[in-house]
Every structure is written in structure tokens, then in C-alpha cells.
């Protein structure tokens, strides 16, 4: 796990990272003041055929591949149970809302402001983390 003493959460809704394997992503984010981490399975599209495809967690739209299935085993449930979301593939949400990213912004922009699309992300991470059930102490 890299240091996260020098996160700047200014500008970071969440820190997420993949794993050098390829197939392992983390993902942490401050909620009510504690961070909350979760490790994620990450099958990158390999599909031959580019096709347009939406982040789930920022909504931002790709043109071809950029999005990965990230999975995540339901805690509690001795891996018989997992839930998964399409997420931009390298966990970079933050730099895509903020388009800071150096390739092409979103494929269908959109209107609302800045503050809604992260209170927006906030709350996707939020949902899937408890949705795996580690946020047991807060729903
Ligand atoms: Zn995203």
C-alpha cells in the first residue's frame, strides 16, 4: 500500500490504485473523518470491438476502453458473494471530473456543476463499500 501522508484530498475524492499484477485495484476515501479502504478485482475489457462505456462511480463516458469491471467480495460472506460496477480502469475518477486528465474528456458532457458530479462520486463509493459490507459501523 503506497503512503497516503501526502494525499492531496483537495483534489482527491478518493486515492485509488491498481496493484502491479494488473488485477488487483484499492480504492480509500475519508468518510466522516475515518478513511475506508476496499480491495477490488479488476478484468480489464479486452473486447475487440470498441463500444462507448460509462463509469459507474464518476459517469464519465469513454469512447472505447477505459472503463474496468472492478469487483469486490460481500464481507461476510466467505467469497460466495461479490458485487461489481464498470469504473474508470485506472481509478482516476477524480482527475476525469475535474478534467485534468491528459487525454480525451468525456465522450457526452455534462451540465451540472463540479461540487454535484463529486458529491455524486462520493456517493457511489460510499453505496458500493457498503454494499460489500464495509461500512458495517455507519448503515
Ligand atoms: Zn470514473
Avoid at 499484477?21 to 479488476?42: A, D, E, F, Q, T
Avoid at 459517469?59 to 461476510?76: I, K, L, P
Avoid at 460496477?85 to 485534468?100: E, G, K, Q, T, V
Wanted: aromatic share 8%.
Amino acid at each position: 500500500m503506497p503512503p497516503l501522508d501526502h494525499v492531496d484530498w483537495g483534489v482527491l475524492d478518493y486515492f485509488g490504485w491498481i496493484h502491479r499484477s494488473g488485477h488487483l485495484g484499492y480504492v480509500v476515501m475519508p468518510i466522516k473523518n475515518k478513511l475506508r479502504g476496499i480491495k477490488l478485482r479488476r478484468m480489464l475489457n479486452t473486447s475487440p470491438r470498441p463500444r462507448t462505456h460509462m463509469c459507474s462511480w464518476c459517469n464519465h463516458v469513454y469512447r472505447s476502453r477505459g472503463t474496468a469491471m472492478f469487483s469486490a467480495e460481500v464481507g461476510g460472506s466467505d467469497g460466495r458473494r461479490s458485487i461489481g460496477n464498470y469504473i474508470c480502469r485506472n481509478l482516476d475518477c477524480s482527475i476525469r471530473l475535474r478534467n485534468l486528465a491528459g487525454d480525451p474528456p468525456t465522450y457526452l458532457p455534462e451540465t451540472i456543476d463540479l461540487q454535484r458530479k463529486i458529491a455524486r462520486l462520493e456517493n457511489a463509493v460510499i453505496t458500493f463499500m457498503a454494499r460489500a459490507q464495509r461500512l458495517p459501523d455507519l448503515f
